[in-house]
């Protein structure tokens, strides 16, 4: 993988709006689990590259040096094949990682790229005490989960110890079982049942990506007792991805048109002004811009920064009948057919990456909230189009949600579609 050194990120879709606007609209983040219980690390003896490879999957990186540690997009994985697909998240090269079926060897090989073979190594902390405890000499982990994944800025961990518990240490492990910080808990007092331990990226004892935590309790006697937990650390970043907005006027006409979303807009073809958009739009949808450019739309995006919570309403539609669904679904919406045809261009390749994709259309009303629209003239049919999905490995239960049929086009017509993107 060498010359893929571009700073990466994990690759997970799912999509939100402002906080402000009740628009925390994102599913839950749902992954096959890929068959591997516990951190594999796994090292080319030519290059000592290293591949880290986690439950969900999750698949991290480094080099030599250690500051180079960084998780791998998933493009792909299929258990049966042990076979997982990923890339730098600033190069379009795609890796296929193979796995041995006794898990001792991965194969890594891109089109145009020099094959290479990672072998399977144990990488252990050293320094660390062993279990002395005896009978009835405990410490437990509540909270989090075992293979949790977080998006938290700061996640307050928790759990129990026997009696007669002199002191508790927290010790946190990175993806390439290195030490990265260890914390003598101040706030518990010798005799305590309970303990607690903030984690986050700015106390600097968390990283992205997998991360193992080991929570050492000492009893009085001098006796040890180790628990143990693995989670992985995400970042999100994301869009109002790719909204455009087609004009319809009876006749040819200049119109301004401006959008106010709250994460400002970050992109937009033709160049959103200070004013916004002042084209020249014609009955049949084309558009001119003042410099004499013809565009088919106007082009807008806006960053979205909020952390999203579960999608609770939708449907679930097999990846073999997502198109068709989607088409009527659409009309259902008011897109006609060349509107449907851009829309399925830009989306399709994403909402069908899995076998299912959990799908909801944002209701006006909220849409409106997040991102209203001004046009001048004013239109005297609006329809705004905003999906939010999540592509599945495996179906999941929603409340269904009833479409509401989209008004019928009359007079001056301006209709906008687009979707909620997080990475």
């Not at 500051?67 to 890339?87: G, T």
């Not at 928790?158 to 290195?178: P, Q, T």
């Not at 979205?304 to 669904?325: A, F, M, Q």
């Not at 001004?374 to 329809?383: G, R, W």
Request: hydrophobic share 40%; with cysteine.
């Amino acid at each position: 993988m060498v010359g893929e050194r571009a700073e990466l990120s994990d690759g997970v879709w799912c999509a939100a709006m402002n906080a402000s606007s009740r628009l925390l609209l994102c599913a839950s983040l749902l992954f096959a689990t890929f068959a591997v219980a516990e951190d594999e690390t796994y090292r080319d003896p030519a290059s000592k590259e290293t591949l880290f490879i986690a439950g969900g999957p999750n698949v991290s990186y480094a080099s030599l040096k250690r500051s180079s540690l960084r998780p791998l997009k998933i493009v792909d994985h299929d258990d049966a094949k042990r076979i997982i697909k990923v890339k730098f998240d600033k190069s379009p090269t795609v890796w296929t990682l193979t796995i041995d079926e006794a898990r001792t060897r991965v194969v890594c090989e891109a089109d145009g790229q020099p094959r290479q073979v990672f072998e399977r190594i144990k990488i252990d902390p050293k320094g660390l005490p062993g279990t002395t405890a005896g009978p009835g000499q405990t410490v437990t982990i509540k909270y989090p989960k075992e293979e949790a994944s977080i998006y938290d800025e700061l996640t307050e961990f928790k759990g129990d110890v026997a009696e007669n518990c002199d002191r508790i240490e927290v010790v946190s492990l990175d993806a390439a079982g290195e030490i990265q910080a260890r914390h003598k808990l101040k706030d518990f007092t010798s005799g305590d049942r309970t303990w607690k331990y903030i984690v986050a990226k700015s106390r600097q004892n968390m990283s992205l990506g997998s991360n193992r935590f080991r929570v050492i309790a000492t009893f009085k006697d001098g006796a040890v007792a180790l628990a143990e937990i693995r989670v992985s650390f995400h970042e999100y970043s994301g869009e109002m991805a790719k909204p455009v907005i087609y004009l319809y006027p009876p006749n040819e006409q200049q119109v301004s048109v401006r959008v106010f979303p709250h994460g400002g807009v970050t992109k937009s073809d033709p160049l959103y002004g200070s004013e916004g958009w002042t084209v020249r739009a014609q009955p049949s949808g084309k558009l001119f811009t003042t410099d004499g450019q013809q565009h088919p739309y106007l082009f807008w995006e806006s960053g979205l920064t909020d952390k999203p919570l579960p999608l609770t309403e939708g449907t679930v539609v097999s990846r073999e009948k997502l198109r068709g669904w989607l088409v009527r679904s659409l009309a259902s919406q008011g897109l006609n057919e060349t509107e449907t045809r851009d829309f399925l261009e830009f989306w399709w390749p994403k909402m069908s990456v899995k076998p299912f994709a959990a799908v909801r259309f944002v209701p006006r009303e909220e849409i409106d909230r997040a991102a209203p629209l001004e046009l001048s003239p004013k239109a005297d049919t609006v329809i705004r189009v905003l999906i939010d999905f999540r592509a599945l490995d495996a179906p999941v239960k929603l409340a269904p949600q009833k479409l509401v049929p989209a008004s019928k086009r009359e007079g001056f017509t301006a209709v906008e579609w687009g979707g909620l993107l997080y990475r």
